[in-house]
């Protein structure tokens, strides 16, 4: 068993060809810039549109736990909150949902296979994101070998920040990883992550080194890695690998932030703009310099 947040099909930016993107929750870092804060917490939890809601309590008044309150806004006692689904099942315009369910490998094989024909015409697969899904590693593992069984191409969108002999065991059913890199400082990474990214760049080696095709991606964060000394470093670093020939850069966006009040979150968010164009450039151009193909997305 797993736990998954989402199921994003026909896909067409997590790897080759058309693809079916499965979204596995728990993630060891703790970026305030993600997309996908939903994909953090390994556990599922309790998601709620604003927009939706017609403020008619009907999820209050069915929680057996009593652990809704609906004034300005919803708010959950997390300490009662058991996920029950009873206030989700009560709401009319499904302003409340649990995100996050627990699945066998044989129910997400199913929904993949629905997809099979797009892989084989376009020359697309299976890819495996989250949060970080290696923080699955026994799930994925099964996941993997099920895709390989099957002829699908598999594809493992990764933070790196995973045990090296966990990486190295998956690493024999994945066709492809996508790996981040965030930035070549330790300090800065470690300050905004909660993790060094010395394990993170060992492993991108390590995988290198065994002969494993990466893309590399970078996310371009505004005031925390778009400076020219990290694109230097960075192109420097990926340019040295045997294996790794591409590297995306990934501009930021506001995305995380609506999805961040839905978890009734506040934050902490990074408050930044989108990069503009001008230095999106500038950073393809220093990147490109070090003999890498520079893709704008993913």
């Not at 058309?18 to 953090?40: A, S, V, Y």
């Not at 990934?250 to 408050?271: A, D, F, N, V």
Request: proline share 5%; net charge negative.
């Amino acid at each position: 068993m797993g736990v998954v947040f989402d199921i994003k099909r026909y896909a067409i930016h997590d790897g080759p060809g058309i693809r079916t993107t499965i979204f596995l929750k728990g993630c060891p870092l703790d970026c305030p810039w993600c997309h996908n804060p939903e994909g953090k917490r390994p556990q599922p939890e309790l998601m709620w549109w604003s927009t939706r809601c017609l403020g008619c309590r009907s999820c209050v008044e069915a929680c057996p736990r009593e652990a809704l309150t609906l004034e300005a806004a919803l708010t959950v006692d997390q300490e009662r909150c058991d996920l029950c689904g009873a206030c989700a099942e009560a709401c009319t315009t499904e302003a409340l949902e649990i995100v996050g369910h627990e699945a066998t490998v044989e129910e997400i094989m199913k929904e993949i296979r629905k997809d099979a024909v797009f892989y084989e015409e376009s020359g697309g697969g299976v890819t495996f994101s989250g949060g970080e899904p290696t923080m699955q590693a026994g799930f994925l593992r099964e996941l993997l070998r099920a895709c390989k069984e099957e002829g699908f191409h598999t594809a493992v969108d990764t933070s790196g920040n995973v045990d090296p002999v966990a990486l190295l065991m998956l690493s024999d059913d994945v066709d492809l990883f996508l790996y981040d890199i965030k930035t070549m400082d330790e300090e800065t990474h470690r300050d905004h992550t909660g993790a060094s990214n010395r394990l993170i760049l060992e492993n991108l080696r390590r995988l290198s080194d065994a002969g494993k095709t990466v893309i590399v991606r970078m996310p371009l964060i505004p005031g925390f890695n778009d400076d020219e000394e990290n694109a230097q470093k960075t192109g420097e670093f990926v340019s040295s690998l045997a294996t790794v020939k591409q590297i995306c850069i990934l501009p930021y966006h506001k995305g995380g932030t609506e999805k961040l009040g839905r978890l009734m979150e506040t934050g902490p968010y990074y408050e930044t703009e989108p990069p503009e164009d001008e230095k999106i450039g500038e950073i393809k151009g220093i990147l490109e310099e070090y003999g890498l193909e520079v893709k704008i997305g993913g």
